[in-house]
C-alpha cells in the first residue's frame, strides 16, 4: 500500500503542553501537507512543504521534512482545547493524486 | 461563507436504494474531488472531475458514479448500496489539477447510513 503511516494514533495531552505526530510514507514526493479533521467534520488545510524544504512554521504549527527517511513531523506548541482533532498527513507522488496518512487523533485535556 | 457545501449531512438509506449526495462549490475551482472515509480511517479518493474530464479511480465500484453537470455542483450516484458503503463522503475541490501545489479544499461531509 502506497497510503502514508501516522504514529502515534491517538495521543492526549494536557493544555500548553506540546504535540508532535509522525508520518512516513514509501514513495518519492512532490510535497507533503498536513490537514485536520474535528470529530464528523471535513478536512481542513494546515500547511504545506515541499519536497525541497526542510521545515515550515505557520503560527503554533512547525513542520519537517526528511525526504532521505522519508519521513515528516508535525509540532503543535501550546496545545489548546479546540486542537482536539484528527490530523492528517497527505502527500503527492508522480501523480497528481493525494494519498493520505492513516491519522492521529489529538486529544488535549483542560 | 460557506465555499464547499455538501447536501445533506446525514443520509439514512435502505439496502440496495439508490441514493444521490450532492456537493456545490463557491470558489470556482477546475477540480472536484468525492472521498469516501470510513470510521478511523484515512479518506479515500473514489474519483474527480477536471472541468468535464472525469478520473475514475482503478480500485473504485462501479456501484459508484458521478455527475457534474456544471462548474459549481457535482453529485455522487450510488446505485445499489451495500452495508459496507456506509461511510463518510466528502466532497473537494482545487483550482487546479496541480495536487503538487494545489490546496484542497472540504466540504463538511455527508454520513450516509445504510440499513
Known amino acids: 500500500s502506497q497510503q502514508g503511516e501516522e504514529d502515534p494514533q491517538a495521543l492526549s495531552i494536557q493544555e500548553g503542553e506540546n504535540a508532535t505526530m509522525n508520518c512516513s510514507y514509501k514513495t518519492s514526493i512532490n510535497n507533503l501537507q498536513w490537514y485536520r479533521q474535528n470529530s464528523g467534520r471535513g478536512l481542513v488545510h494546515l500547511i504545506l512543504i515541499r519536497s525541497n524544504e526542510r521545515e515550515k512554521h505557520s503560527g503554533r504549527l512547525r513542520v519537517t521534512l526528511d525526504t532521505s527517511k522519508k519521513s515528516s513531523s508535525l509540532l503543535i506548541t501550546a496545545s489548546r482545547a479546540a486542537d482536539t482533532a484528527s490530523y492528517f498527513c497527505a502527500f503527492t507522488g508522480g501523480g497528481n493524486k493525494l494519498t493520505f496518512g492513516t491519522g492521529t487523533q489529538l486529544k488535549v485535556e483542560l | 461563507d460557506a465555499m464547499v457545501i455538501q447536501n445533506p449531512r446525514y443520509q439514512v438509506t435502505q439496502f440496495g436504494k439508490p441514493v444521490t449526495l450532492s456537493c456545490s462549490q463557491t470558489?470556482?475551482?477546475?477540480?472536484m474531488y468525492w472521498y469516501q472515509q470510513k470510521s478511523s480511517q484515512a479518506p479515500k479518493l473514489l474519483f474527480h472531475?477536471?472541468?468535464?474530464?472525469?478520473?475514475n479511480e482503478a480500485d473504485t465500484p462501479d456501484n459508484f458514479q458521478s455527475r457534474r453537470p456544471n462548474t459549481s455542483f457535482c453529485f455522487l450516484d450510488i446505485r445499489s448500496p451495500g452495508l459496507g458503503d456506509a461511510a463518510m463522503y466528502l466532497c473537494?475541490?482545487?483550482?487546479?489539477?496541480?495536487?503538487?501545489?494545489?490546496?484542497?479544499?472540504f466540504g463538511p461531509g455527508t454520513r450516509l447510513t445504510v440499513l
Open positions: 470558489l470556482n475551482h477546475n477540480v
Open positions: 473537494a475541490t482545487s483550482r487546479d489539477r496541480a495536487a503538487s501545489t494545489d490546496t484542497q479544499y
Open positions: 472531475y477536471y472541468d468535464k474530464d472525469f478520473n
